[in-house]
């Protein structure tokens, strides 16, 4: 599995596995666990969760998904509610989600998106946890670019190493500014909702006349082609979700996706990022 080389000297998979809307339905529990627990054998070692997710039930679903692997094999990844960036709650929001998880330390944490806690405090509190050893560094989700400068102008702020952003064909706007700032500040891009889960130009993206052929020239499905654009980009980490062991197959051999300068003109073409500064896409 290809990895990037974060800023503090670790390093984090290309591709990871993302856990929205699991463990919110306990018929499905079985087949969530199994479905991780099917990409990790593939090497996607990468899991990204939050407190948030089924209101800690995605966190018990990573839990049983891990409990037979070596911790030390897994990289990790939850985030933290901005009501609970605070310290005074930020420490018991960790420990409740460690133990929700099953570990004594999480490889990443992230605050999930800014609230009213100044971010001094959340990152005071985030240092804290790396001295401590509960966390093996931190970072921030659905900061756009003048958060992430804010951020950078604090004491230890540069020392975030990831910002979880929504990405995909169909929303683009983080290529205006946004990643060649992060590119600029050694911060990676991590990439949710690559396939447009959850998006409204969902629909738009799987049945649109280029892409479908472009996927079928290459053999491949039009998720694959989507999340190779992902991929493709330079310093950019895609966590996909998937429940189904032939979509995970499918993401994996992403990984092997280069497109050429002829399929990127088409598919800019038809959906073309902005040439203006647009609001941060979230969902």
């Known amino acids: 599995m290809e990895k990037l080389l974060l800023k503090n000297g670790n390093y984090i998979p290309k591709l990871g596995q993302g856990t929205w809307r699991l463990g ?16 990790i054998e593939k090497g996607l070692n990468l899991i990204d969760t939050a407190e948030m997710y089924g209101e800690g039930g995605a966190e018990l679903i990573v839990k049983e998904a891990i ?24 420490f018991s929001a ?22 009213t806690v100044p971010l001094k ?26 958060d992430m400068k804010e951020l950078f102008s604090i004491r230890n702020g540069s020392n975030c190493v990831i910002n979880q ?3 995909h064909l169909g929303s683009r706007g983080t290529e205006y500014d946004l990643q060649n700032w992060l590119i600029e500040n050694n911060t990676v891009m991590m990439a949710y909702c690559p ?3 959850g998006g409204y130009l969902r629909e738009e993206l799987i049945k649109n006349k280029s892409i479908i052929e472009i996927a079928k020239n290459r053999n491949i499905t039009v998720y694959q082609l989507l999340l190779g654009f992902v991929l493709n980009r330079k310093n950019t980490i895609a966590i996909p979700k998937a429940t189904k062991k032939e ?9 092997e996706i280069v497109l050429n300068e002829d399929e990127l003109k088409i598919l800019n073409r038809e959906f073309p990022a902005p040439n203006f500064k647009t609001w941060l896409d979230i969902v």
């Not at 919110?24 to 990409?39: D, I, M, P, T, Y």
């Not at 911790?71 to 310290?87: G, M, Q, T, W």
Request: glycine share 4%; net charge neutral.
């Open 165 to 167: 952003v929504l990405y």
């Open 94 to 115: 960790v420990e409740n989600t460690l133990k929700r998880l099953g570990s004594d330390y999480l490889d990443l944490y992230l605050l999930h998106w800014r609230g």
């Open 67 to 90: 409990k037979d692997f070596n911790r030390r094999d897994l990289f990790i990844v939850s985030k933290v509610y901005p009501h609970n960036a605070s310290r005074k709650k930020i």
């Open 24 to 39: 919110e339905n306990s018929k499905q529990r079985k087949s969530e666990v199994e479905a991780l627990q099917f990409g």
């Open 247 to 255: 979509h995970i197959e499918d993401n994996i051999n992403s990984l």
């Open 121 to 146: 405090e959340t990152i005071d509190c985030f240092e804290e946890m790396v001295k401590q050893g509960i966390i093996k560094q931190w970072g921030v989700s659905n900061f756009d670019t003048d």
């Open 195 to 197: 396939l447009a889960q």
